[in-house]
């Protein structure tokens, strides 16, 4: 790690206007950052603390939604009993995510902001070459280890997927990300990398992630998280799926759904191919199953990742037909 200058931020605004200097990084639970620093990928030069800024911890609901400030801590959000019972797929992902005591520490904006766990990018003393460190540079993972890399979402100068569950959650269910002086769409807040994978997020320096906005909605009410991974905790997605269901009276017709995968894609990935394929229909095995698979459609293998391909159609559908009382 490399020597930086510590900043305390009386306000928000203090730290937004520190943070837009050249070389400064946010501090908050820390997870993330100090992770980065140690394998040498960030390497601040003023590090600005915001983790004792208590407005921007809170979590308020009513009866349009509700707003989880960006310093709320994992597992707290996840404990709340107003989103288990109103947000249970985000409740869900956050259980599903990391450990218990760094949920304890993690904030709800680092878990958004971390960087991926491509381990390509997170060893740059063995491999140099990496867009996302240094744009321009070239991608290791072409050519080597890539299980856990993405299929869908790539470009020929980056194949890392995103890590997180949350957010997954999140675009599922249609949330807006605070950014102070603009609210932006979680499915729009992340980009894809495409020329220029070392920018993944639509957030501008000098701006900080304020709280998360989720709409209340019966499909919200229903919804649920489920993550498939090669242990049974501590681990990142191999594969994903966050739904959202609504019935129509009679039990089995699809109303509205909403579907988004993790672990497969260089960002959250919202399948609204599925959701306009089973809007209207009524919900059986086969139906959810051929719905599912328009999952991967675009979907592009890249050595040992080509299990996803099969894999993240089941998960998805396992999802569905859980929700609609059929698994």
């Not at 290791?140 to 997180?164: I, Q």
């Not at 993790?262 to 086969?286: F, H, N, Q, Y």
Request: with cysteine; glycine share 10%.
């Amino acid at each position: 790690m490399r020597d930086f200058t510590y900043f305390r931020a009386s306000s928000p605004d203090d730290a937004r206007q520190r943070a837009a200097q050249t070389g400064a990084m946010l501090l908050a639970g820390g997870t993330t950052l100090l992770d980065l620093a140690k394998c040498g990928v960030a390497e601040p030069e003023s590090v600005v603390d915001i983790s004792h800024l208590a407005s921007l911890s809170q979590i308020s609901a009513d009866a349009n939604g509700v707003t989880i400030g960006a310093l709320a801590k994992m597992e707290d959000v996840a404990g709340s009993p107003g989103i288990r019972a109103n947000y249970p797929a985000i409740s869900q992902s956050l259980l599903l995510a990391a450990s218990p005591q760094l949920r304890n520490m993690a904030t709800i904006a680092g878990n958004l902001l971390q960087r991926t766990r491509c381990p390509y990018f997170r060893d740059p003393g063995t491999f140099p070459a990496c867009n996302k460190r240094t744009p321009g540079s070239g991608c290791s993972a072409f050519g080597g280890v890539t299980r856990n890399h993405a299929v869908l979402g790539t470009s020929e100068a980056c194949v890392a997927s995103y890590p997180g569950d949350l957010a997954v959650a999140l675009v599922a269910l249609e949330a807006t990300i605070d950014l102070g002086d603009r609210q932006v769409a979680a499915d729009d807040f992340f980009v894809l990398p495409g020329n220029t994978p070392e920018r993944e997020t639509l957030l501008e320096r000098g701006e900080m992630l304020m709280a998360v906005n989720i709409p209340a909605s019966p499909v919200a009410r229903n919804s649920t998280y489920l993550k498939v991974r090669d242990r049974q905790s501590y681990e990142f997605a191999a594969a994903s799926a966050a739904v959202g269901l609504e019935l129509e009276e009679d039990g089995r017709t699809v109303r509205d759904i909403r579907v988004a995968m993790g672990g497969v894609a260089t960002k959250p990935w919202r399948a609204r191919s599925i959701e306009k394929a089973l809007i209207g229909k009524a919900l059986d095995g086969s139906t959810v199953a051929a719905a599912s698979r328009l999952a991967m459609d675009g979907a592009v293998a890249h050595g040992g990742n080509h299990y996803k391909i099969e894999l993240a159609p089941r998960v998805v559908a396992r999802a569905i037909l859980t929700m609609g009382g059929l698994a």
